[in-house]
């Protein structure tokens, strides 16, 4: 089926499980394709994105999943030939992501065209860049296979560049994907921290071969810029149909606290921990409304991310007990309403001492909101059931 056709150089096509651009005159291709279609090449006929497992796995797909991974030229043959496309004309693009579920985004300035099209999944196997390692490669094979959940950017744009500016295009492609996921606050799967990418990203750009060549896509370019907005906006339609991730989604408490662990059933268990029977009760009745309250989620954003400033040594871990008390209280205080007992509030929670790990952040967490919720229904006279 044809989706769309731009610039009277590219059609965009979908069929069962792939979609693929057929270029209507030719272009320079660079990509992340493992088949020997890879790399910067002029001669390509089509770029083409397949699904290539279910997302949980099938026996079927799950075969050809590992042959894309362990023989990436006999994948490419198979999947061309079903969709009668020439294989040696075909750069691969593979993922476990639906095609139905991708974002497509087109931008332009003037003659200056760019087509985003974009597959994501980010729940099983986003990374933050220097997490731990989840496989190798030696004599040519892979040792653990990678782990489903992919982003895979397919660009065309309808000018020539050179080959620096392509490499250039490849870079600034890539920051525009991470601003999006650190913007969703996306956790990684393998650490405490945000995911910049998943483990088995891929990118393919095709630049039209066409009069006097561009010389640049940095951020200062018209074309930079086209080439981020057109990722982005792309990237964000894909990730909200794929995982249900937008910015409503992740005004959420639960969301955020997930690179540290937290689950609903044990984050409210810890919480009521810290209230009496009837106070447990009616949170668990409520418990979505109370943390997914705004102002409770912008102190539970402001303590993750102080967080990480400690964490990165910007800031000195001598003020660690401070600031962690005076968010913590501004928690609490958003969760009962009661400004006016910031003071008492940041008294109650500096003990015990706070600490960085996951474990002692999601129990300070879990304090506060006890804290905050105990004198949510206090009488208006202001007479609080916890003193420090």
Same mark, same amino acid.
């Given at each position: 089926?044809?989706?769309?056709?731009?610039?009277?150089?590219?059609?965009?096509?979908?069929?069962?499980?792939?979609?693929?651009?057929?270029?209507?005159?030719?272009?320079?291709?660079?990509?992340?394709?493992?088949?020997?279609?890879?790399?910067?090449?002029?001669?390509?006929?089509?770029?083409?994105?397949?699904?290539?497992?279910?997302?949980?796995?099938?026996?079927?797909?799950?075969?050809?999943?590992?042959?894309?991974?362990?023989?990436?030229?006999?994948?490419?043959?198979?999947?061309?030939?079903?969709?009668?496309?020439?294989?040696?004309?075909?750069?691969?693009?593979?993922?476990?992501?639906?095609?139905?579920?991708?974002?497509?985004?087109?931008?332009?300035?003037?003659?200056?065209?760019?087509?985003?099209?974009?597959?994501?999944?980010?729940?099983?196997?986003?990374?933050?860049?220097?997490?731990?390692?989840?496989?190798?490669?030696?004599?040519?094979?892979?040792?653990?296979?990678?782990?489903?959940?992919?982003?895979?950017?397919?660009?065309?744009?309808?000018?020539?560049?050179?080959?620096?500016?392509?490499?250039?295009?490849?870079?600034?492609?890539?920051?525009?994907?991470?601003?999006?996921?650190?913007?969703?606050?996306?956790?990684?799967?393998?650490?405490?921290?945000?995911?910049?990418?998943?483990?088995?990203?891929?990118?393919?750009? %095709?630049? @039209?071969?066409?009069? +006097?060549?561009?010389?640049? !896509?940095?951020?200062?370019?018209?074309?930079?810029? /086209? &080439? $981020? *907005?057109?990722?982005?906006?792309?990237?964000?339609?894909?990730?909200?149909?794929?995982?249900?991730?937008?910015?409503?989604?992740?005004?959420?408490?639960?969301?955020?606290?997930?690179?540290?662990?937290?689950?609903?059933?044990?984050?409210?268990?810890?919480?009521?921990?810290?209230?009496?029977?009837?106070?447990?009760?009616?949170?668990?009745?409520?418990?979505?409304?109370?943390?997914?309250?705004?102002?409770?989620?912008?102190?539970?954003?402001?303590?993750?991310?102080?967080?990480?400033?400690?964490?990165?040594?910007?800031?000195?871990?001598?003020?660690?007990?401070?600031?962690?008390?005076?968010?913590?209280?501004?928690?609490?205080?958003?969760?009962?309403?009661?400004?006016?007992?910031?003071? %008492?509030? @940041?008294?109650?929670? +500096?003990?015990?001492?706070? !600490?960085?790990?996951?474990?002692?952040?999601?129990? /300070? &967490? $879990? *304090?506060?909101?006890?804290?905050?919720?105990?004198?949510?229904?206090?009488?208006?006279?202001?007479?609080?059931?916890?003193?420090?």
């Amino acid at each position: 089926m044809l989706l769309e056709r731009y610039y009277d150089g590219v059609e965009i096509h979908r069929a069962d499980k792939i979609i693929y651009v057929r270029f209507l005159c030719p272009h320079r291709v660079i990509s992340t394709c493992r088949s020997s279609a890879g790399g910067i090449r002029d001669d390509l006929e089509y770029l083409y994105n397949h699904q290539s497992c279910e997302p949980q796995g099938h026996w079927l797909s799950d075969q050809i999943h590992r042959l894309a991974i362990h023989h990436p030229d006999a994948y490419r043959e198979l999947i061309a030939t079903r969709h009668g496309l020439p294989a040696d004309r075909c750069a691969t693009l593979g993922t476990a992501a639906s095609m139905h579920m991708a974002g497509m985004a087109h931008e332009r300035f003037r003659d200056l065209e760019v087509v985003a099209i974009v597959t994501a999944g980010v729940e099983t196997n986003a990374g933050r860049a220097g997490d731990p390692a989840a496989y190798h490669e030696e004599d040519g094979r892979y040792i653990l296979a990678p782990h489903a959940g992919t982003i895979v950017i397919m660009l065309c744009i309808n000018r020539e560049l050179r080959s620096g500016a392509l490499i250039e295009a490849v870079t600034l492609a890539t920051e525009a994907k991470t601003a999006v996921l650190q913007e969703l606050s996306v956790p990684s799967c393998y650490s405490d921290g945000l995911a910049t990418g998943t483990g088995t990203d891929q990118i393919a750009i %095709a630049a @039209r071969l066409d009069g +006097a060549p561009l010389t640049g !896509a940095g951020k200062h370019t018209r074309l930079g810029e /086209l &080439i $981020a *907005r057109g990722v982005q906006a792309a990237l964000r339609q894909a990730l909200a149909r794929q995982n249900g991730l937008s910015p409503a989604a992740q005004c959420s408490t639960l969301a955020l606290l997930r690179r540290l662990g937290a689950r609903e059933e044990t984050f409210s268990a810890a919480i009521c921990a810290g209230l009496n029977d009837d106070d447990g009760q009616l949170l668990t009745r409520n418990l979505q409304v109370v943390l997914n309250d705004p102002p409770a989620v912008a102190a539970v954003a402001a303590l993750l991310h102080l967080r990480d400033q400690f964490l990165w040594d910007v800031l000195p871990r001598s003020c660690l007990p401070d600031v962690f008390a005076s968010y913590a209280a501004q928690l609490a205080a958003a969760v009962s309403g009661r400004p006016q007992r910031l003071p %008492a509030y @940041r008294e109650i929670l +500096a003990h015990p001492p706070p !600490a960085l790990t996951p474990a002692a952040t999601l129990d /300070l &967490i $879990a *304090r506060a909101f006890a804290l905050g919720f105990s004198e949510k229904w206090a009488d208006q006279y202001g007479q609080n059931r916890v003193s420090p």
